[in-house]
């Protein structure tokens, strides 16, 4: 079961959703296809062949694929046969195959199998076993809507003594589920003469049970699909409800293909084989809030706690037949050495302003009153110079007392400010017209550029469709920084409590001077672990409702040793797949910047095709050293205090050290009302290269959660380092083609 804390027990106690695997007289074979496959074909193979040999579960570890079986299964015979059960395979689900000749080869196991691999094994018994070990539970059905608590788990290794340990972890996701098919959505909307408008983009979700696809995402539509090719289709589905979708008389108008996950293969379905998923732009269809459904997808830590021991519970009954069974989950008073707290709790970090005042996270507004900014912008050198603000009012607000206190917390942060009120009514105005009108507004305003537009926008807009160019914020964020001029958006309910703003104003200030590109703050200790810190961020979107390129943006921002930023910079341009090329990489590494220092480069998920290679290579011709850590923000095991019998909000700064390269962070405090926080994984590429550096992972713990202290937009610490903060936003503004004109390098923090 999960870890609970004995009340005798005073020590705090800290707990996972790792389980260990504790394992005996596995029945393991290791093979070889020949010619060998590609990663994405031997994974759906081995899948295929899972589900198809009854008792027999097969995964790809490159470059070997291996099969668990019953401890007394004849292993022998799957070898003799295997011509056989291929083509059964191959017929079944697996035709884009069927033009090779395999064979296979059985490889002796000369040493124990590695960790992974029995994790692996375990995860593909828990994924494809029948009947699925993880029913899900539903929590509230309304108007035809569920939330349910569903079950996710995947393979996990984690050091312990310096062994690797085979384990798996178990969580829970609350998820809507819509009870009507996709059909019946499609049929009873106001658009279905449009299917591509409808239904492209619209993340679905397979109604059989056996379908284990997951969410997958509309990318295409079948228009009038021939008897023939739906006739293949019926053969190659399944399960019966697929084949009796592609029956229908709907089928014979069009069918829908569907992406899964980074999977490049599209699965062409009969739309009543398909359920979509509920999201805040389709609730009010079906009379539903969406604050009432969020509210139900919270889960108490009494409710999580229960569910942990189900799913352990059931996993054990599917694993334990094959040899398999779950450990307690991983705790600090079973493993005490692997949990990690900062000396110091973070928020009384020391922070740094101006006039070498001192002050702590927890107390930044009294720093920046009492110093000021850390640096100021060579603009504002002279402190005479007042901020020039252009206040452009959207929504017909009284907002004299709400100028008054911002010019009086700018002075307070020892600035100046001049406030411009324009108010500009937009009523009686289609989405059409109001755009041109801001338009029109924005341009005058720009004849005499302030340094700012602090705008004030009717709530209306926050779920404009900017695909159709209906936003304003994008419009008003697009036509101020194609001029270099900052902005600052308000929405209207932000503002109807006037005895809000000074809360308001105590987010919104600080980030109004770093976007002018004032340093507000930095870490008062430097950072020993490099000399500088780069964030790496590729973002893409494919043209709209066509396949082809893809549009990207790379982006890199550089920081000191201290945290202070220097420079952002920008690089976009058409490309496939997820790899940053060559190229892009070394216009954003610049010699004269980094030659001689040691650089910390943290990469926005995982490093991805030749990018380690790449880097390595131009450090070494540029003359520096980098350490590289992979930030991951998903598929991460949650921790938890243990209170009682119960789990509980983990403490900001937990770590666990699942390998001496790799650790799980929290970096955030979520009040339970809320949900539960997400932490980060963050992994340290070893490889033996002279150009590479890799610190202890406790190091890198540490300066990443001091990283997070860092963000000037809101008082609220953030999840990310400030280093890879708002790199998404970075590139989808510059995807839609927003971003200061002819300047893809500066040194203000635009994206604040």
């Known amino acids: 079961m ?13 707990s996972s959703e790792i389980f260990p695997l504790n394992f005996s007289d596995l029945n393991i074979i290791c093979f070889q296809l020949n010619p060998h496959l590609e990663t994405e074909d031997a994974i759906r193979l081995s899948f295929h062949l899972s589900r198809t040999l009854p008792h027999i579960f097969v995964i790809w570890n490159k470059p070997y694929f291996y099969a668990l079986a019953l401890p007394n299964y004849p292993f022998g015979l799957l070898v003799q046969e295997w011509k056989d059960i291929l083509a059964q395979v191959v017929e079944e689900g697996l035709t884009d195959l069927s033009d090779r000749t395999l064979q296979l080869q059985e490889v002796t196991l000369t040493e124990a199998v590695p960790a992974n691999v029995i994790s692996l094994l375990a995860f593909q018994v828990l994924k494809t076993s029948k009947p699925y070990p993880f029913l899900p539970i539903t929590k509230l059905s309304k108007n035809g809507v569920q939330v349910r608590r569903n079950a996710e788990f995947w393979a996990e290794t984690i050091e312990i003594d310096g062994v690797l340990q085979p384990a798996i972890t178990l ?26 408008k409808l239904l492209i983009n ?10 284990v696809q997951g969410n997958g995402t509309i990318t295409k539509i079948i228009r009038q699909p021939s008897l023939e090719h739906r006739q293949k289709l019926i053969e190659l589905a399944k399960t019966e409800v697929s084949k009796q979708a592609l029956k229908d008389d709907l089928s014979n108008e069009l069918l829908v293909a569907v992406k899964f996950g980074k999977n490049k293969k599209l699965y062409e379905y009969g739309l009543s084989a398909l359920r979509p ?24 830590y009494k409710e999580r706690t229960e569910l942990l021991i189900t799913y352990k519970s059931n996993a054990d009954n599917a694993l334990i037949t094959y040899g398999l069974q779950l450990g307690r989950s991983i705790n600090s008073r079973d493993y005490q050495n692997i949990f990690w707290q900062p000396a110091t ?21 009294k720093g920046l009153s009492q110093g000021g900014v850390y640096r100021r912008h060579n603009k504002f050198g002279d402190i005479s110079r007042p901020i020039r603000i252009t206040a452009l009012n959207l929504c017909e607000l009284n907002l004299e007392t709400f100028f008054s206190q911002l010019k009086q917390h700018l002075k307070n942060y020892k600035f100046n400010s001049i406030v411009s009120p324009q108010t500009t009514s937009l009523k009686n105005l289609s989405g059409t017209q109001a755009r041109a009108k801001v338009e029109e507004v924005v341009n005058e305003l720009i004849n005499t550029p302030p340094d700012i537009v602090l705008t004030f926008l009717p709530q209306s807009d926050r779920n404009a469709d900017d695909d159709d160019g209906g936003s304003l914020y994008h419009k008003i964020y697009d036509l101020l920084l194609q001029q270099q001029i900052a902005s600052q958006m308000i929405y209207e309910d932000t503002l109807k409590n006037s005895s809000n703003y000074k809360n308001i104003l105590q987010q919104v200030v600080p980030g109004i001077l770093a976007k002018l590109g004032n340093v507000p703050f930095v870490l008062q200790e430097t950072l020993q672990i490099a ?67 040691t650089v910390l480069i943290y990469r926005d998920g995982k490093f991805c095709g030749q990018e380690i290679f790449n880097l390595l290579e131009w450090a070494e011709a540029i003359g520096c050293k980098l350490i590289l850590v992979e930030c991951k923000k998903s598929g991460i095991p949650r921790l938890y205090t243990v209170a009682g019998k119960f789990i509980n909000t983990p403490e900001k700064g937990l770590a666990l050290r699942i390998s001496s390269s790799e650790a799980v962070l929290v970096t955030t405090q979520v009040p339970e009302k809320m949900g539960l926080a997400l932490p980060l994984r963050l992994t340290v590429i070893c490889e033996n290269h002279s150009a590479l550096i890799s610190p202890p992972i406790e190091q890198v713990v540490e300066t990443t959660l001091k990283l997070t202290l860092l963000h000037y937009g809101a008082l609220k610490i953030p999840r990310l380092p400030k280093p890879v903060y708002g790199s998404h936003k970075i590139a989808k503004l510059r995807l839609r083609g927003i971003y200061p004109a002819s300047k893809l390098e500066g040194d203000t923090e635009f994206w604040l």
């Open 2 to 14: 999960i870890t609970t804390a004995s009340v005798s027990q005073p020590q705090i106690i800290f």
């Open 171 to 196: 969580t829970t996701k609350s998820k809507f589920l819509l009870i009507k098919n996709l059909a019946n959505f499609y049929l009873n909307h106001t658009d279905k003469s449009n299917p591509e």
């Open 202 to 211: 619209l993340s679905v979700r397979a109604i059989s049970r056996d379908d």
């Open 277 to 300: 998923c509920i999201t805040s732009e389709t609730v009010t269809r079906f009379g539903l809030d969406w604050g009432e459904l969020l509210k139900e997808t919270k889960i108490s």
């Open 345 to 365: 709790a973070i928020e009384n970090t020391s922070l740094l302003f101006g006039n070498g005042t001192i002050s702590t996270q927890n107390r930044i507004l």
């Open 531 to 597: 000399d500088n810190f780069i964030g790496l961020d590729i973002s893409r979107e494919s043209k709209t409702r066509l396949s082809g390129t893809m549009n990207a943006c790379a982006s890199t921002r550089l920081y000191g040793k201290q945290g202070e930023f220097i420079r952002y910079r920008l690089k976009d341009g058409l490309i496939q797949g997820e790899e940053i090329p060559k190229n892009f990489l070394e216009r954003l590494l610049p010699k004269n910047e980094l030659e001689g220092k």
